[in-house]
Nanobody
Framework: QVQLVESGGGLVQAGGSLRLSCAASGRTFRTSAMAWFRQAPGKEREFVAATTWSRATIYYTYYADSIKGRFTISRDSAKSTLYLQMNALKPEDTAVYYC??????????????????WGQGTQVTVSS
């Protein structure tokens, strides 16, 4: 089992920045990739960004087109922590942001069902 706890959400004005963190614990040595998803009210949970993790042999990242150039996913494997730096935030970025972890290797994938563990989410609200 892997436990994930997100933090760093909050209220910010359009154009501002936030950095989300996701602390992983438990059997993190089994983690192959991690990702951020988000869910706005009344919408499906959507992919934001993903990165391979220490169990994978190749390190790479993958981003949704809607946030490319504004958000950066990064990791600190020694601390078992995943980050999402969000710049130039827009009101449409308002959502609950979730961290996810993958055991069996599928790469830095965008499909929700390829991730085995999920955090409880952190709210990000961007005012206009």
């Amino acid at each position: 089992q892997v436990q994930l706890v997100e933090s760093g959400g909050g209220l910010v004005q359009a154009g501002g920045s936030l950095r989300l963190s996701c602390a992983a614990s438990g059997r993190t040595f089994r983690t192959s990739a991690m990702a951020w998803f988000r869910q706005a009210p009344g919408k499906e949970r959507e992919f934001v960004a993903a990165t391979t993790w220490s169990r994978a042999t190749i390190y790479y990242t993958y981003y949704a087109d809607s946030i490319k150039g504004r958000f950066t996913i990064s990791r600190d494997s020694a601390k078992s922590t995943l980050y999402l730096q969000m710049n130039a935030l827009k009101p449409e970025d308002t959502a609950v942001y979730y961290c996810a972890a993958q055991e069996n290797y599928h790469g830095a994938a965008s499909q929700r069902d390829l991730y085995d563990y999920w955090g409880q989410g952190t709210q990000v609200t961007v005012s206009s």
